[in-house]
């Protein structure tokens, strides 16, 4: 089955700054790629996805890339701000139909400092 | 206001005393699902369902029982709750399958003693 890393675990930035979050999967037929975001004690939600027809993705400050070929995609905040403090999930499935489980990172923490 | 209601949303209770978390959602989507969000572990699927009467197994099923009866109610049922068990529940919904959009529940946080 499917298999996602994501990488940090913890993430700590000055305002300001970028701030990258990168996963790998390991189904290669994988073809659908969301971000979750949780802010402390809420529940997740999408802020952002891809599908593997496209290599790239943009709203506003944050932009999702893939890497079909490495299998690894990646999700970028520039000008970051202390709301966008929070976990982040990415997740990978390889379904057309979607009656495959999506496939969960372990998240990560990511730390804006004002 | 398009949602995903659970409850109870905390809830503390013995092991081995058989309970029932309940999640509704009024978007008419046709697949729900089941997670468990433990420390460091992220969010592991326990059960899904594609649709009425259609449910399957997720990566962490043991110990749940799920049914989906209605389009809009997918209870999540422990028939015998262990400590293991104790976890952040969160019910979720999508229009058409995994691969669209997942709207969550508020969470349910559950203690086994």
């Known amino acids: 089955g499917e298999n996602v890393e994501q990488h940090p675990s913890t993430l700590s930035v000055q305002e300001g700054d970028s701030a990258v979050i990168k996963c790998t999967y390991s189904?290669?037929?994988?073809?659908?790629f969301p971000w979750y975001k949780q802010e402390l004690g809420k529940r997740p939600q999408l802020i952002i996805d891809?599908?593997?027809?496209?290599g790239e993705k943009k709203d506003q400050r944050i932009a999702v890339t893939l890497n079909k070929t490495a299998k690894h995609f990646s999700l970028h905040i520039t000008e970051t701000q202390p709301e966008d403090s929070a976990v982040y999930f990415c997740?990978?499935?390889?379904?057309?139909?979607?009656?495959?489980?999506?496939?969960f990172g372990k998240g990560t923490r990511l730390s804006v400092i004002a | 206001e398009a949602q995903v209601t659970q409850n109870p949303r905390y809830l503390i209770t013995v092991t081995g005393k058989k309970l029932t978390v309940t999640c509704s959602q009024n978007?008419?989507?046709?697949?729900m699902s089941w997670y468990r969000q433990d420390p460091g572990l992220g969010l592991r699927q326990i059960y899904y369902?594609?649709?009425?009467?259609?449910?399957d197994k997720g990566d962490v099923p043991e110990g749940y029982k799920v049914s989906r009866k209605e389009k809009r109610n997918f209870p999540l049922i422990l028939e015998s709750p262990s400590p293991n068990q104790t976890s952040l529940y969160f019910c979720?919904?999508?229009?058409?399958?995994?691969?669209?959009?997942?709207?969550f529940g508020q969470g349910t946080r559950l203690t086994v003693v």
């Open positions: 189904d290669s037929a994988s073809n659908y």
């Open positions: 978007m008419n989507h046709e697949y």
């Open positions: 891809i599908r593997s027809n496209v």
């Open positions: 997740a990978a499935i390889s379904s057309v139909s979607g009656n495959t489980p999506l496939v």
């Open positions: 369902s594609m649709n009425v009467e259609v449910t």
């Open positions: 979720a919904s999508s229009r058409a399958g995994s691969n669209t959009e997942a709207f």
